[in-house]
Each structure stands twice: as C-alpha cells, then as structure tokens.
C-alpha cells in the first residue's frame, strides 16, 4: 500500500508541476494562481495539495521508523524545532499576506514581513515541516534501504597508503571490516584515521 501512496502521490505533484508549467508557458491557460475563487483551477489545485499531504502523513505512519536515522530519542529532540519554526514562519506570511492572497486569489505584491527576505514564505514553511517530519517518523526509501543494508552486510576494505607519522607506504597494506550482518565472517580492525583511506566497498563473501 505504501508504495501505491508514494506513486500516486509523486505523480500528483507531477501534473501540478505540468499545469504550473503550461500557465507560465501559455497566456491563454492559467492553474495557478486561479483565475477566482470556486473555478475548477481553484478546487483542483487545493484538492491536489490536501491529497499529496494526506498520502505523505499515511506514508509515515506505515513506514514509521523504517528508515536508517538513529533513535527515536535521539532525533525527537531535532524533529520539533523544525517544525515549529516552520509553522510559524507560515503563520507569520498568512498573516501578512491574508487569506485571499494565501489562497491565491490575491492581486497585490507584497514586500513587507517575511516576503522581505523570501519570496514564498509557505514553501519555506512546508519545507521545514516536511523536514521535521520525516526526522520524527523515519520512514524508509529504497536508496534509504539499500545504503542500511550495504552498511550492514558489505565488506569496508581499507587500503593504508599513508603511515601515521605521515610517511607513504611504498607496500599499501589491506583491511577490512565486516557489518553486523555478517557475523560469521572473519573481521579486522581498520588502521588508525590519520593512516588510512577508504578505497571500496565489497560484497562479504
């Protein structure tokens, strides 16, 4: 289920982002902002943007603390602050800019408030939000899995070119380190940080 959310939802965001596209491509066509209040551009933008942040908020809770972030109790206290700071930010731009302008029916330009240093507070907004809420549930990708899952079973080689002291090795010397995965495999401590470097990762035999 959660990946038909993730599609629909991305698929969504691709038309807004076509018809947004169309309006600044062709004077005849305008989505956004809606021409007045009630038109069908209107309810289509606003219907598109309540579905994409429903599927995100069900995205979360089904996939929640999926991802490779650490601890909830080590990232709760980050996760807020984000978004705090993010609501107001947003509450701060609707209160200047009001609520005909906020949903795009507004006509004038505004300058003052946060519109001095950003041009779309909102978007500001939703961004820190969105951050907040992604460290606070930790919901999984499949590049998100695939890097938990590389750290936990692939084979660190390290391949010492440099002494400690500083002096090149003209014979590099090999390590490697095994995930926790892979218990079974035989491991060796990596050589000091000032003496190594990292050359590849590799599949643990």
């Not at 289920?1 to 965001?13: K, T």
């Not at 989505?31 to 038109?39: L, Y």
């Not at 795009?104 to 330009?109: D, E, P, V, W």
């Amino acid at each position: 289920m959660a990946v038909y959310l993730f599609i629909s939802a991305v698929c969504l965001e691709l038309i807004y982002t076509l018809l947004f596209i169309l309006t600044i491509r062709r004077p005849g066509f305008r989505f956004w902002p809606p021409p007045k209040a009630f038109s069908w551009q209107f309810f289509l933008a606003w219907l598109m943007a309540g579905v994409v942040g429903a599927f995100c908020l069900f995205l979360g809770l089904l996939d929640y603390n999926s991802g490779f972030l650490p601890h909830i109790l080590l990232r709760l206290p980050f996760a807020p602050v984000f978004s705090l700071v993010g609501t107001a930010i947003g509450c701060w731009g609707a209160a200047v800019f009001n609520l005909r302008s906020t949903l795009g029916l507004g006509k004038r330009l505004v300058t003052r408030g946060p519109y001095q240093f950003t041009r779309n507070p909102q978007c500001l907004c939703d961004s820190l939000n969105a951050l907040g809420f992604m460290m606070l549930f930790d919901p999984s990708t499949e590049s998100g899995a695939r890097i938990q899952k590389r750290l936990q079973n692939d084979k660190i080689i390290w391949l010492t070119t440099v002494a400690a002291d500083g002096t090149p090795q003209p014979n590099p010397t090999q390590s490697g380190s095994y995930g926790t995965a892979n218990p079974s495999c035989s491991t060796a401590s990596p050589p000091p940080a000032a003496s190594r470097t990292l050359l590849a990762a590799r599949a643990c035999p």
